[in-house]
């Protein structure tokens, strides 16, 4: 890493010399703009609107524009004769309890790093954080702008947090707040006991970016020359319209019946859907949704077949010849088209007669 702000951290008398380091970095992949013909970058030019003229970048300023049209230009040299006291310092102003300050007004992150000469103050400032409970209030200047920030430990270091100031945050002006919205007793029980039975720790290598590794696959896959199969997206049926407490109450029982799985993309639920749905995603062997034996659906959805399982994962050799001695060995089902296809039968299909009944003819 490359530190980007060299100064001290000012505490009380103390100067502590530190640097700075992005503490975060963006993952997103970076496309270049091009001409889809040829593949040639597209690069933009700098043109004056009055003049016409092409501007080289030394030229230019910066320019506030007031409300009558006019333009207030202003050169490096007015920049620098403004006040910036923190330019080199991390001034702390006071300390506070950390539940006081709100998440929204946190904006980057940064590692602070001691200089050989400050390490010993820096340790100091860190273990007496760390028995406090508290965080550092200071005021720090980054990039030519004067910032809020706090100071914290995190796993040994000090991380600098710059805050927005409080006019940068926005009202929230809806008109929903004006109005008198009732919510029952039982709905609001229903929904506390739908967020108890959804809690649990929060680790965030449980989640992942889908999105971000389908993107990667399809440019591996255009470097490569092979053609990128998609993937299936996830149909959720239609369920009808309900009440909110009937939501609620399928949501909670849907809830009690299965874990409850993260971004992983091992299981995905439908929120009021009814929980002896067919399509339920199935965690047991794949050969389950092989079996020819006509039965009528479970009522738990974990039992329920995963009509995608089939296609997302490959045919198993060794439980092939077991299904079709099953399906050999079964009586005749009263459907026609011969032998039953693998998989749960779609929504709406006719259920097998019993065993035993002759089949209408």
């Known amino acids: 890493m490359h530190s980007m702000w060299k100064g ?4 009380g008398l103390v100067m502590i010399p530190v640097r700075l380091y992005a503490a975060t970095e963006q993952k ?29 970048y030394e030229d ?18 007015d920049m620098a004769e403004l ?17 006081q300050l709100d ?13 050989t000469a400050g390490a010993r103050a820096y340790v100091l400032l860190r273990d007496a954080l760390e028995q406090s409970g508290r965080v550092a209030v200071a005021q720090v200047a980054l990039r030519q702008r004067e910032s809020l920030a706090t100071l914290r430990s995190r796993d040994g270091v000090l991380l600098l947090e710059t805050l927005l100031w409080p006019d940068e945050i926005r009202p929230p002006l809806f008109p929903f707040l004006d109005q008198d919205i009732e919510v029952r007793p039982q709905e609001l029980l229903m929904a506390a006991s739908l967020i108890d039975s959804m809690t649990s720790d929060f680790d965030p290598d449980d989640h992942k970016d889908g999105y971000r590794e389908a993107l990667a696959e399809l440019v591996e896959a255009k470097v490569q020359g ?3 199969l998609q993937p299936g997206t996830l149909e959720i049926a239609a369920s009808p319209a309900t009440s909110l407490a009937d939501a609620l109450q399928a949501s909670l029982a849907a809830a009690r019946e299965a874990p409850a799985i993260g971004h992983s993309g091992q299981q995905a639920k439908a929120v009021g859907a009814k929980s002896t749905a067919p399509n339920a995603i199935e965690s047991g062997p794949a050969k389950r949704a092989g079996s020819s034996r006509s039965r009528k659906p479970a009522a738990d ?18 439980s092939a010849a077991p299904a079709s001695a099953r399906a050999r060995s079964a009586k005749p089902s009263p459907a026609k088209g011969g032998s039953p296809k693998s998989g ?13 009944r002759k089949a209408p003819s």
Not at 60 to 77: F, H, N, Q, R, S
Not at 103 to 115: A, D, Q, T
Not at 301 to 318: I, L, N, R, W, Y
């Open 8 to 11: 001290a951290i000012s505490f």
């Open 28 to 56: 997103d992949i970076s496309f270049r703009q091009v001409h889809r013909a040829d593949g040639g970058r597209i690069k933009f030019r700098r043109f004056c609107s009055v003049c016409g003229e092409e501007v080289p």
């Open 60 to 77: 230019v300023a910066k320019g506030y524009e007031l409300p009558t049209g006019e333009m207030v230009i202003l050169g490096d040299e």
């Open 83 to 99: 006040p910036l006291p923190t330019t080199r310092s991390i001034e702390v102003l006071h300390f506070a309890p950390v539940e």
């Open 103 to 115: 998440p929204i007004l946190f904006n980057r992150s940064y590692f602070v790093e001691p200089e």
């Open 226 to 228: 092979r053609e990128l």
């Open 301 to 318: 959805p974990e039992s329920a077949a995963d009509p995608g399982s089939a296609a997302d994962s490959p045919a198993d050799p060794g």
């Open 344 to 356: 749960s039968p779609k929504s709406g299909s006719s259920k097998a007669s019993p065993a035993g």
